[in-house]
């Protein structure tokens, strides 16, 4: 399709946007974009719209064959793993300025793709993007093995080797940061991998994957297969020769994927999976803050987002008044054509998950669930949806248990700190949980008290390239980002060898 | 059954040897020692004569839901994971010394429950349980977690917490070291567990719960239950409040392990499995000390190790000279009953195994394979096998891809060493290797060629407490062993609050 203005929709105002011209719709394998060996297909939609974009190659099990051959030669006997950690870091630094010099045009990609707001994609998600690979090239020339202390006249030491072929399932939410976070530490590691996006989202992926090999990547060490999870991500899960599956996304292929790893060769599983997480608020909060910070918590990334604070507990000292500033902000909350940079929320990824959450809002009427404000589709077209905040909520209400990934809000009042614990903790998932309050031992003890991976106080969504990320319970295990994700692509090795006439043991 | 003296068989001589009383039959759930619910129990065999030795309770899925209502108590609302390091570091020496104080009764336990040679259990196998005790009682009060480097004006920190309920299911070759390298770890980290010993071997393990008890571990931290993998190790895997399950095994049962963690709350799974591990042998090796560290290979603990060196790879210079020594240790190799100190060789641990090695070799006869020493049972009774070593092998022969799990050897010939690295990784295992040479450029070469979790350079069966252990590809992920075995029952949670008014970042 060719560059062309269109007009934004939604806001009544005539903006000139500028969609780029799609320039890769083809698997990349071994350092080429090639035709699916069926010679298949499949569309990628505008989310704003409901029109078609691309047509992108469908890849399937016998692609991934090919894939997985093409990584494993170039892990076997390429040059990968061969260079110096310091040597991978440089081609990882020019990736990651060939992604700045692009920034644009990958986060128009990203935009048209899942409907992300165009500047957080510009400001936010393509520089972090290059920031996770320039962190952990950083940390590439600096991946020590230890040497042991052995109880007999032993010299012995751990050699941290990377794992080799892993395979990489990403979800649509944030397709950029999603492909670095995995991508980036296997690399540094010195592994060679397949990625395969989401069906939703395969446009920046296999951009990215011509910029690897414009920055230096060796053929064969990044592969992308777009298609769709239960051919190409099952064809991974299952592959005899992958030695590892990374995946983030729904808790239910989460499952599938670890059953698959176990019947087939045993790779090694990661998973980051759904989450329910709770934000607590007490009686000390900075009222106007807090709310803000609630309502970010389902609006952020239009809901679309793991660690979506879905439920709310405010102390019952401050919740009337809260209930009033958050009902007020909600209703402020400005949806639109994500390319308008005053818009605040996009549309949502695509018919399915609008039509998702659609019913969700249908159930939770059903349940008893009083609606405060929102509940309903956004615009005349598209898949937008208002901010949506649920009141008079029971515990075992299915809003309350399940993942909803919209902007849909279930609000709660507690009384006791004990309460509170209780109520947080009472979740199958155990991703993030926020709590708001000035008080250091309130937020000691509730940090610790909540079994989720990630706890914010007084914040959200704060991620950052050194905080290891991931699930407690059914939310996963393994963690990305920060230096345990780098540990996760290498596997430790003993060497050990008798020790002859030390002058210390 | 009372203590009883009882003849040494099938060396000829007469010998007496104290058969301990057997205290323990129950399943230990909840600080006490119960019948199994249904009321079933198992007999359990001594491996020297076929007979049994005890009637043990038979835990099955009910016995292990009460085992694990009392660790999720003792976890969530008991003081085991409320004490610090220190603390649990005191209980768990205690612990340690009432293992040494009662080191015969377990030995001799051990001895008659799986064949095992005393006089090792004695001086090796007990000691080294209680060592594990020590050793990470000494590292429980040293769990670090860390600060962050924040990109913004963050404070971030990581927190080490015990993951909470852990299963683990362990087999019956070392009853001892196995029920410690798993319980010592996650005991320092603040878990609570259920052990399901194998049903081969549950005398020691009951054994071990009662001196815990004594030690001052609190009740419901340490349970034990006796009973079949597919009725209580099954009900443990997929259990919905098991956090985390530790298995050591075959590779056949780790895959089901895995696939029942996946169906039922995607618990947190580690796995060491079965091996054929390669030993290799260049012509600057000294020929009797390679002979006898190859014998040693396949004759420690009578075989039935994972890490046991069935593949020998012998370079052709000193091959038949290599043959030759090889045959004379092999054919000296002292065979009796494992309480007798100057036997080096005990019966398999039962009539299954005994009988699936015996298949095994008459599997290599009819590939064709040479039998050059051994292939025959020793004795009249019981489950002795003779050390057994086949040559005129080739890669593709069923003796030499399978784990047989008993003193049984394939010898090869190698010209080069690419050729050895390349036939030494051609195996769906990874577990171990041994590298005999004083090149100090074909040791460190080597040793990083081979992907496997633990390479011996001119040593074999070289564990310490320090060194991480555990496997590369189809024999498992996960370590064991060192302080990496600590962090597996830890998991990584990371707290995050806005910073004001640093003076530094």
């Not at 080429?32 to 047509?55: L, Q």
């Not at 076997?76 to 991978?88: A, E, K, L, V």
């Not at 979800?171 to 980036?184: G, Q, R």
């Not at 199958?428 to 000035?438: C, D, M």
Request: proline residues 4%; hydrophobic residues 40%; aromatic residues 8%.
């Amino acid at each position: 399709m060719a560059n062309h203005e269109q007009q934004s929709n939604g806001n009544g105002e005539m903006n000139q946007l500028k969609i780029p011209e799609i320039k890769f719709t083809k698997l990349f394998i071994n350092g080429e974009f090639v035709d699916s060996i069926k010679g298949r297909n499949f569309e990628t939609v505008d989310p704003r719209t409901g029109e078609v974009i691309a047509t992108v190659a469908e890849g399937d099990k016998e692609d991934v064959d090919v894939a997985v051959k093409a990584a494993r030669t170039a892990f076997d006997q390429g040059p990968w793993p061969r260079m110096s950690g310091f040597q991978r870091a440089r081609i990882m630094e020019k990736f990651a300025d060939l992604i700045e010099q692009n920034n644009n045009e990958l986060a128009a990609l990203d935009c048209i793709d899942a409907g992300k707001l165009f500047m957080m994609g510009k400001l936010v998600d393509i520089p972090a993007g290059a920031a996770s690979l320039r962190y952990y090239a950083g940390a590439a020339d600096k991946i020590h093995g230890e040497v042991l202390k052995s109880t007999r006249s032993l010299h012995a030491y751990t050699l941290k080797e990377p794992i080799g072929v892993a395979g990489h399932i990403i979800p649509w939410n944030f397709p950029t940061s999603m492909f670095l976070m995995k991508v980036a530490p296997a690399l540094a590691a010195g592994c060679t991998m397949i990625v395969k996006p989401a069906e939703q989202t395969p446009l920046s992926a296999l951009f990215y994957a011509h910029l690897a090999k414009q920055a230096g990547v060796p053929d064969g060490v990044l592969n992308v297969v777009t298609g769709f999870g239960h051919t190409a991500g099952a064809a991974i899960s299952s592959h005899m020769d992958i030695d590892m599956v990374c995946f983030t996304g729904s808790t239910e292929v989460g499952r599938l994927i670890m059953q698959a790893a176990a019947t087939s060769n045993l790779k090694q599983v990661s998973l980051e999976l759904g989450g329910k997480s709770p934000l607590i608020i007490f009686d000390d909060a900075d009222l106007d803050k807090a709310a803000g910070l609630a309502l970010q918590g389902i609006v952020h990334n239009k809901g679309e987002v793991c660690v979506s604070s879905s439920r709310v507990y405010v102390q019952e000292g401050i919740y009337d008044e809260f209930e009033k500033k958050l009902v007020e902000k909600a209703k402020a909350w400005k949806l639109g054509d994500p390319f308008d940079p005053n818009t605040r929320q996009g549309p949502q990824v695509d018919k399915r998950q609008f039509e998702r959450i659609l019913s969700y809002i249908d159930i939770g009427m059903k349940e008893g669930a009083t609606l405060l404000t929102g509940g309903k589709p956004w615009g005349s077209k598209g898949y937008y949806v208002e901010p949506t905040v649920f009141a008079d909520v029971k515990e075992d209400m299915q809003i309350v248990r399940e993942e909803i990934f919209g902007p849909v809000m279930s609000l709660m009042k507690f009384k006791t700190i004990e309460e509170a614990i209780e109520r947080a903790n009472n979740s199958k998932y155990g991703l993030a949980a926020g709590i708001v309050t000035k008080d250091l031992n309130v937020a000691n003890r509730v940090s610790r008290s909540i079994r989720a991976g990630i706890i914010w106080i007084n914040c959200y969504f704060e991620f950052d390239l050194d905080f290891p990320y991931g699930g407690y319970k059914m939310s996963g295990f393994g963690r990305d980002l920060g230096l345990n994700a780098l540990h996760k692509y290498l596997q430790v090795k003993t060497v050990a060898t008798p020790l002859y006439d030390s002058p210390w043991l």
